[in-house]
C-alpha cells in the first residue's frame, strides 16, 4: 500500500490532477479506516454527500474533494 499524502502535500497539487469527487471506498483508504467510520465522519461533520439514487435505496455516493480538505484540515492536529 503506498503512503498516504498529508494535508499540505495534497493542496500543492495541481488542481487538474486532484479527483473532484472521492468515494467512500477511496476516503476508507485515504484515511485508513472503515468505510463504517468514513460514514460517522461525514455525518458528524455534517458534509454534503452527491447521491442520485432513490430515497431508500442503495448506490454509490461521492464526496466533493474541496469538502475532503476542509475535513481534513480542521482535524489535523500538531504532535507536541
Known amino acids: ?19 473532484a469527487y ?21 455525518r458528524c461533520e455534517g ?4 447521491d442520485f439514487s432513490a430515497p431508500g435505496k442503495r448506490s454509490r455516493k461521492a464526496v466533493r474533494a474541496t469538502v475532503v480538505l476542509d475535513i481534513e484540515g480542521r482535524r489535523t492536529k500538531r504532535l507536541c
Not at 5 to 16: A, L
Not at 25 to 33: D, F, G, H, Q, S
Open 22 to 42: 472521492y468515494s467512500i471506498r477511496e476516503l476508507a483508504e485515504r484515511w485508513r479506516v472503515s468505510r463504517g467510520t468514513v460514514y460517522n465522519r461525514l
Open 1 to 19: 500500500m503506498k503512503p498516504i499524502m498529508n494535508y499540505q502535500q495534497v493542496s500543492q497539487i495541481p488542481e487538474q490532477e486532484q479527483p
Open 47 to 50: 458534509a454534503p454527500v452527491l
